[in-house]
């Protein structure tokens, strides 16, 4: 019997190809150029980006997001395929699912901070250790990506789960557009729009948590756990007459 | 010993088309059952259940008193080629034999390998770029190497040739001889399979209408040949179901054991009486 880590690695590999090529385009291009961007080239876009303050920031998260949805979204027939000929258990299909969104989830938050570190050139920090743990350094800022990563993961997996589920294609339709409108309104230009949502949650965490991002942190944490109950329950009932009949 | 028992099991689709009705069976260890049924009958719902790829509406299904559903353990010693294309379509036979060990420990590759050069597949190939028939050799390759304690095949010479029809059977007896296993074999091309299995499930409309051993099986019926008068006298008062009247000559099926049969009024109506295929005796009760 093949473990849920090795499984999460096996999902992992299997969709390397587009993986790779969504990380290079959705989360470690965006982050490089806005880095870049922040560095005094203009740019026509700059001022939307940067209206506000850690603009580049937020817009890299929601690409990040947006790149998570995709990969839950399209990797979970194709697993679930290649699972079910080999007769995994849906408890273990799920836990592995999860086990190699969470890998995604850190990759991209390491990915993220360390482009934005090397290029950011913190001249005001006075220690290693404050560079490292400092409470709006390296180590808090990735374990908080990673968190909402973790987060948005498991609600996508919520949302694939259900969509498995629905066989009415106008439900199915409708179910579809929403996860679409970040990309609309980015390509209609509306930047502001799309990190809108990024923004209102990291005031929210700033303001009513009285800045303590351990304490949002676990807010995050146990979101996630919900979500992946919830969509767990919706795993459990899979057959695989969703898909043929 | 993982004896395979279905209870009572039901599975309705969509609340409305009943696939399998109020199915119960044993699964004797170390057997080729053949699981035999006109289209649409509920061989491969029943197959996806017993493998707990759907769930029963009712009933349950347990291996060896455990029930199946998400019985990691269980479902780990049973191998289940499907009818349906669920491999990864972009990706080469060999790489597939290696995802297959790997989910599998006991696959054996040199067996795999040397199969796939017996049908002459290349391994090179990717899934995509193989005929239906060869698909059907490739997923009875990975059946027969799998080493599985239990082995479901569903349509396993869908679109093969006779010539790779026949390799195949011989293969598969080839394997039990060697590594007894429970082997379950659901088909609707019988006269080939008629010479592997040892026992025969029939389901017609969802229900099993027969659960016994191809001999004890055979041996309910007859066909009896003669002309359409003294066939008549013959059949007067028994179970008897005509399948064709050609002229003068009445050829009819009686459904009762050999046992019974009259072989002396047989021989004074100058009517002759012969064993029946298991094919004609299938056609004949599920019609």
């Known amino acids: ?245 | 010993m993982n004896t395979i028992k279905v209870k009572g099991v039901t599975k309705i689709y969509d609340s409305k088309t009943t696939a399998v009705d109020d199915a119960s069976l044993t699964i004797e260890p170390n057997k080729i059952y053949g699981l035999l049924g006109r289209n649409g009958a509920g061989k491969t719902t029943l197959l996806n259940l017993m493998t707990d790829k759907i769930f029963p509406t009712e009933g349950e299904i347990t291996i060896a008193g455990l029930n199946v559903n998400e019985n990691d353990k269980m479902l780990a010693s049973m191998f289940y080629m499907m009818q349906t294309d669920a491999y990864p379509l972009s990706m080469k036979v060999k790489e597939l034999f290696k995802w297959t060990k790997k989910f599998y420990v006991h696959f054996d590759m040199d067996y795999a390998s040397a199969l796939a050069k017996k049908f002459q597949l290349d391994i090179t190939k990717k899934i995509h770029e193989l005929s239906t028939g060869y698909r059907s050799i490739f997923k009875d390759i990975l059946a027969l190497a799998s080493n599985a304690e239990i082995v479901l095949f569903d349509e396993p010479v869908l679109g093969l040739d006779t010539n790779h029809r026949d390799m195949f059977y011989r293969e598969l007896i080839k394997n039990y001889s060697q590594k007894p296993k429970t082997i379950i074999v659901s088909t609707h091309i019988i006269d080939e399979v008629a010479d592997v299995i040892e026992e025969v499930i029939i389901i017609n409309k969802g229900k099993i209408i027969r659960e016994q051993s191809v001999e004890n099986f055979l041996s309910s019926a007859y066909v009896i040949a003669g002309r359409e008068d003294k066939v008549d006298k013959y059949l007067e008062n028994r179970e008897f179901i005509i399948e064709e009247t050609i002229g003068a000559l009445k050829i009819a099926t009686v459904m009762e054991s050999e046992k019974n049969k009259n072989e002396k009024l047989a021989k004074e109506l100058n009517i002759e009486l012969s064993n029946v295929e298991l094919q004609k005796l299938f056609i004949t009760i599920t019609r």
């Open chain 1, 1 to 245: 019997m093949r473990n849920s880590f090795k499984i999460a690695i096996d999902i992992l590999y299997l969709n390397r190809a587009w993986t790779l090529i969504g990380y290079f385009f959705l989360v470690i291009s965006p982050m490089v150029a806005l880095v870049y961007l922040d560095m005094g080239v203009s740019n026509a876009y700059r001022d939307a980006v940067f209206v506000v303050e850690g603009g580049k920031e937020y817009f890299a998260e929601v690409l990040s997001i947006w790149f998570l949805l995709l990969f839950t979204f399209f990797s979970f027939g194709t697993n679930i395929d290649f699972m079910r000929v080999f007769n995994v258990t849906r408890k273990k299909f799920f836990a592995s699912y999860m086990i190699s969104l969470g890998i995604l989830s850190l990759l991209i938050a390491l990915t993220q901070k360390i482009i934005n570190t090397v290029f950011a050139s913190p001249n005001f920090v006075y220690s290693m250790y404050e560079f490292i743990y400092g409470d709006y350094f390296f180590v808090t800022s990735v374990v908080w990506l990673f968190s909402l990563l973790v987060l948005a993961s498991s609600l996508f997996c919520l949302y694939t789960s259900i969509f498995s589920g629905v066989k009415d294609p106008i439900v199915r339709l409708f179910m579809v557009v929403p996860p679409f409108l970040p990309l609309v309104l980015i390509f209609s230009g509306d930047f502001s729009s799309v990190i809108l949502f990024i923004m209102q949650v990291r005031t929210f965490s700033e303001n009513r948590l009285a800045g303590n991002p351990y304490l949002m942190v676990s807010l995050f944490l146990i979101s996630a756990t919900i979500c992946l109950f919830a969509s767990h329950s919706f795993v459990k009932k899979l057959s695989i007459d969703i898909w043929q009949h």
